[in-house]
């Protein structure tokens, strides 16, 4: 498969169609492997790393997972092209800054990709749409067994799977969920449900893993621990924490419509105006104005019909798609216009907030909010 055949569809996880996906986006099981009696690539020389990659590479192009997958080394990858990765979550954005010695593969539905030689030798990730953390971890499985029945891991009978980080040390798995929490932000929760996730072991990250900013309302919550608990024990624990978050999340919206049912039509109305008519769009303000009309559709002020064009903007919009799209380098401002081109010509056949709508859904107590379809 070629990057231009990639980059022409959306990854299956993006089609907003799994359990819960009014607020899970996605959930991803990665897992971290090296090779027994070789120098993790942080440590490795050049040769080695070469060597090692030419040694998994081949063996991941064997799976039939992989049938027709996108296979490159990173040196081979523009600086553009590797971003695109990075915002596809198909890679990390430390596999980005990697070169010679460094691979990826990804499968056409897009729902596995394997990074070679980023900080451990293999990391293997499956990513899924909704709530379905079982259902990632048994695909990605699936990959880890073949793999290892062809390659020699390093592995530890007392300690599991040896990692370059002693944080991965043991069943050297990751699991997490994209949740999107608009309600606990608009009503000051979220500070709440982070703390309270995080006394419990579990971690909560930005839109891009460790390190980076909650853009668009968009919460990663995954598992911080990797020794002493068994993989299904670890996912279990996990899924049962964001069922908690999802309904403190129904509970924050339905709370919202009935008390501040003006606050949040007023959200909607101006977030579907500002993107309607705006010429200039910053990548941050953009993401969190589409993080509003997601929510408007959850709450049935958008046809539902519309809602895989809004999950779209979510990627399409950014930098290095963007740059990607127009076949040429953009600096910052021409990337704010051309993002507020493609999103006034998407809403142009967008249907216009109903918020008569939300008010008969949300029930008697909204009758002192907005009553029209402005």
Same mark, same amino acid.
């Given at each position: 498969?070629?990057?231009?055949?990639?980059?022409?569809?959306?990854?299956?996880?993006?089609?907003?169609?799994?359990?819960?996906?009014?607020?899970?986006?996605?959930?991803?099981?990665?897992l971290?492997?090296?090779?027994?009696?070789?120098?993790?690539?942080?440590?490795?020389?050049?040769?080695?790393r070469?060597?090692?990659? /030419?040694?998994?590479?081949?063996?991941?192009?064997?799976?039939?997972?992989?049938?027709?997958a996108?296979? /490159?080394?990173?040196?081979?990858?523009?600086?553009?092209?590797?971003?695109?990765?990075?915002?596809?979550?198909?890679?990390?954005?430390?596999?980005?800054?990697?070169?010679?010695?460094? +691979? %990826?593969?990804?499968?056409?539905?897009?729902? #596995?990709?394997v990074?070679?030689n980023?900080?451990?030798?293999?990391?293997?990730?499956?990513?899924?749409?909704?709530?379905?953390?079982?259902?990632?971890?048994?695909?990605?499985?699936?990959?880890?067994?073949?793999?290892?029945?062809?390659?020699?891991?390093?592995?530890?009978?007392?300690?599991?799977?040896?990692?370059?980080? !002693?944080?991965?040390?043991?069943?050297?798995?990751?699991?997490?969920?994209?949740?999107? #929490?608009?309600?606990?932000?608009?009503?000051?929760?979220?500070?709440?449900?982070?703390? +309270?996730?995080?006394?419990?072991?579990?971690?909560?990250?930005?839109?891009?893993? /460790?390190?980076?900013?909650?853009?668009?309302?968009?919460?990663?919550?995954?598992?911080?621990?990797?020794?002493?608990?068994?993989?299904?024990?670890?996912?279990?624990?996990?899924?049962?924490?964001?069922?908690?978050?999802?309904?403190?999340?129904?509970?924050?919206?339905?709370?919202? #419509?009935?008390?501040?049912?003006?606050?949040?039509?007023?959200?909607?109305?101006? +977030?579907?105006?500002?993107?309607?008519?705006?010429?200039?769009?910053?990548?941050?303000?953009?993401?969190?104005?589409?993080?509003?009309?997601?929510?408007?559709?959850?709450?049935?002020?958008? !046809?539902?019909?519309?809602?895989?064009?809004?999950?779209?903007?979510?990627?399409?919009?950014?930098?290095?798609?963007?740059?990607?799209?127009?076949?040429?380098k953009?600096?910052?401002?021409?990337?704010?216009?051309?993002?507020?081109?493609? %999103?006034?010509?998407?809403?142009?056949?967008?249907?216009k !907030?109903?918020?008569?709508?939300?008010?008969?859904?949300?029930?008697?107590?909204?009758?002192?909010? !907005?009553?029209?379809?402005?």
């Open positions: 498969m070629k990057f231009s055949n990639m980059l022409s569809t959306a990854g299956e996880w993006l089609r907003g169609e799994g359990p819960h996906h009014q607020v899970v986006i996605s959930s991803r099981i990665r971290a492997r090296n090779l027994r009696n070789r120098a993790f690539p942080g440590w490795a020389k050049k040769a080695e070469t060597s090692v990659l /030419e040694q998994i590479r081949s063996r991941v192009e064997e799976l039939p997972e992989m049938q027709d996108f296979s /490159e080394g990173l040196q081979d990858l523009a600086a553009l092209d590797k971003q695109v990765l990075v915002e596809r979550h198909l890679i990390s954005r430390e596999h980005a800054a990697k070169g010679a010695g460094s +691979a %990826i593969v990804v499968n056409r539905r897009q729902t #596995l990709s990074m070679v980023e900080e451990d030798h293999l990391r293997m990730q499956s990513i899924r749409s909704g709530l379905q953390l079982k259902q990632a971890f048994k695909l990605v499985d699936k990959i880890d067994t073949a793999l290892e029945s062809k390659l020699d891991f390093a592995f530890d009978p007392r300690l599991g799977y040896l990692t370059a980080c !002693p944080t991965n040390v043991g069943t050297g798995m990751r699991a997490s969920a994209m949740l999107h #929490l608009p309600g606990l932000v608009l009503s000051e929760l979220i500070n709440q449900v982070i703390q +309270a996730v995080s006394k419990i072991g579990l971690a909560v990250r930005g839109l891009y893993g /460790e390190g980076t900013e909650a853009m668009g309302n968009l919460f990663q919550i995954s598992n911080q621990t990797t020794l002493g608990e068994k993989e299904e024990d670890i996912i279990n624990r996990l899924t049962k924490v964001i069922e908690t978050i999802i309904d403190k999340e129904h509970d924050a919206r339905q709370t919202l #419509l009935q008390r501040k049912p003006s606050t949040l039509c007023d959200q909607i109305g101006r +977030a579907y105006g500002v993107l309607t008519y705006a010429h200039a769009m910053p990548s941050k303000e953009a993401l969190n104005l589409l993080s509003v009309i997601k929510l408007g559709i959850d709450l049935g002020a958008f !046809p539902e019909h519309q809602r895989l064009q809004i999950d779209e903007l979510f990627i399409q919009t950014q930098p290095a798609h963007l740059q990607k799209s127009s076949e040429q953009l600096n910052a401002e021409e990337r704010d216009y051309l993002r507020a081109q493609i %999103i006034r010509d998407r809403l142009k056949i967008f249907a !907030p109903d918020i008569s709508k939300m008010v008969r859904e949300s029930g008697p107590s909204f009758t002192n909010g !907005p009553s029209t379809n402005e």
